[in-house]
Nanobody, 115 residues
Framework: QVHLAESGGGLVQPGGSLRLSCAAS????????MRWYRQNTGKEREMVAT???????IYADSVKDRFTITRNNNENMVWLQMDDLKPEDTAVYYC?????????WGQGTQVTVSA
């Protein structure tokens, strides 16, 4: 059974940093692409960052040069380092993967950027 569990969200001031974690289980993590998405109230869920099993990274333009996605295939973990946070980064952040044609999401972790 696939399980994704995010942690690390919280309240941070503009310009601050947070590191989100996602613990994955129930599928062969080391050969699957992992993604971070976010969703703010009243908006569509959007892809923030993607990392392939080999470590290739893709970022949304809105977070490029501020966010970094990494993974450890031995620990079944993926992280999102978020620096220089802005109020518009406020959202619930979700870990995601697609395994055998089914899309899986974690429960999400709230990130609030506010003075």
């Amino acid at each position: 059974q696939v399980h994704l569990a995010e942690s690390g969200g919280g309240l941070v001031q503009p310009g601050g940093s947070l590191r989100l974690s996602c613990a994955a289980s129930g599928f062969p993590f080391d050969i699957y692409t992992m993604r971070w998405y976010r969703q703010n109230t009243g908006k569509e869920r959007e892809m923030v960052a993607t990392i392939s099993f080999g470590g290739r990274q893709i970022y949304a333009d809105s977070v490029k040069d501020r966010f970094t996605i990494t993974r450890n295939n031995n620990e079944n973990m993926v992280w999102l380092q978020m620096d220089d946070l802005k109020p518009e980064d406020t959202a619930v952040y979700y870990c995601n993967t697609v395994f055998q044609g089914t899309t899986y999401w974690g429960q999400g972790t709230q990130v609030t950027v506010s003075a």
